[in-house]
């Protein structure tokens, strides 16, 4: 089963990221068709932790065990959508997407603890720098999104609590439009200790 790790904003973020997305949208195409955009579903739209590819049945007894203790180290995250950019750069991008801010330093240590279990059941999760975002679109053919990352940088979406780690299953092909449908398949609650450098007053 294709898996990944993902925390999953509430419904009323999305919807509000939606309408930003809509109005960037519609200025694209008042300069033209924006062909080259394959946007990504709202139903899509998550935080990715880890990437784990195909893992196999074996594996997930032990993967659960371990997700929940990741779970259980980290506290409930305020965040929110901000800004955005391109990967891998504006001025020549794949991918088109939202960035996000808050409680971020806990929220780099959870992905490492999501990507350290997926390794300690022997699953091969590519290493690199956390950069937390939502993918609103790739790109056909790598181009300039300079202008629509200047629009999504005054974006600030409604602040919510991430309080749940999600296990989702990703099946190609099979949703709307030949999109990717999910599935999450497991969750766990954010129950950790809050960080008092990260706490408020």
Do not use: K
């Not at 939502?134 to 629509?148: F, G, K, Y």
């Not at 609590?161 to 092909?173: I, P, Q, T």
Request: glycine share 12%.
């Amino acid at each position: 089963m294709r898996l990944f790790v993902a925390v999953v904003p509430p419904p009323a973020v999305l919807d509000d990221l939606a309408g930003e997305v809509a109005r960037v949208r519609e200025r694209l195409t008042s300069d033209g068709p924006d062909d080259n955009f394959r946007w990504s579903l709202r139903e899509q739209w998550h935080l990715t932790l880890a990437f784990l590819g195909g893992v196999p049945d074996s594996a997930r007894g032990d993967l659960h065990r371990r997700l929940g203790r990741a779970a259980g180290r980290c506290p409930p995250l305020r965040l929110r959508v901000a800004g955005g950019g391109g990967f891998g750069s504006a001025r020549r991008a794949r991918v088109l997407w939202a960035g996000i801010d808050g409680d971020l330093r806990p929220l780099r240590a959870l992905a490492g603890s999501v990507s350290a279990a997926a390794r300690r059941c022997g699953l091969d999760v590519r290493e690199g720098r956390f950069r937390p975002h939502l993918t609103l679109a790739r790109l056909r053919e790598p181009a300039d999104v300079r202008q629509v990352t200047a629009t999504l940088a005054g974006y600030a979406g409604p602040e919510w609590v991430a309080d749940r780690l999600e296990l989702v299953a990703s099946h190609l092909g099979q949703g709307e439009g030949r999109h990717s449908r999910y599935e999450t398949v497991a969750d766990w609650p954010l129950t950790g200790p809050s960080d008092p450098r990260t706490a408020e007053g």
